[in-house]
């Protein structure tokens, strides 16, 4: 998440979606995140392959991203997230946490640099 002023990108609470976390109850997660935390904007990752095409992730994310945008009505744009997860896992290992516990970090670390990288571009 963004600070008020939208100067820097900081990690925030991270949504798993598995088998038993079904997507309505994902959804209403999120929806009350938007609704405590007063967010007007999504960037949402945008999986492409390292060669910039889409695959079935983009097609999967995409049908995430039209649910997501319909229920909350909150405009979610695009963001290439290609090699954020590797970044992440280097900050992590730069501030000396363990491998073993990197996992319970590594989405939210990666997510803050995709918004990051929003804003970055949106400021040039």
């Given at each position: 998440?963004?600070?008020?002023?939208?100067?820097?990108?900081?990690?925030?609470?991270?949504?798993?979606?598995?088998?038993?976390?079904?997507?309505?109850?994902?959804?209403?997660?999120?929806?009350?995140?938007?609704?405590?935390?007063?967010?007007?904007?999504?960037v949402?990752?945008?999986?492409?392959?390292?060669?910039g095409?889409?695959?079935?992730?983009v097609?999967?994310t995409?049908e995430?991203?039209?649910?997501?945008?319909?229920?909350?009505?909150?405009?979610?744009?695009?963001?290439?997230?290609?090699?954020?997860?590797?970044e992440?896992d280097?900050?992590?290992?730069?501030?000396?946490?363990?491998?073993?516990?990197?996992?319970?970090?590594?989405?939210s670390?990666?997510?803050?640099?995709?918004?990051?990288?929003?804003?970055?571009?949106?400021?040039e």
């Amino acid at each position: 998440m963004s600070d008020a002023l939208g100067i820097t990108a900081q990690p925030g609470e991270t949504i798993t979606r598995e088998k038993e976390n079904h997507l309505r109850r994902t959804l209403a997660q999120i929806e009350k995140l938007i609704e405590e935390n007063e967010i007007g904007l999504i960037v949402l990752g945008r999986p492409v392959r390292m060669d910039g095409s889409d695959g079935t992730r983009v097609e999967k994310t995409e049908e995430f991203r039209k649910l997501l945008e319909a229920r909350t009505r909150v405009p979610i744009l695009w963001q290439d997230e290609r090699l954020t997860t590797v970044e992440a896992d280097g900050i992590l290992s730069d501030q000396g946490v363990a491998r073993q516990d990197r996992k319970k970090y590594i989405d939210s670390v990666a997510a803050s640099i995709i918004l990051r990288d929003y804003m970055n571009a949106a400021s040039e």
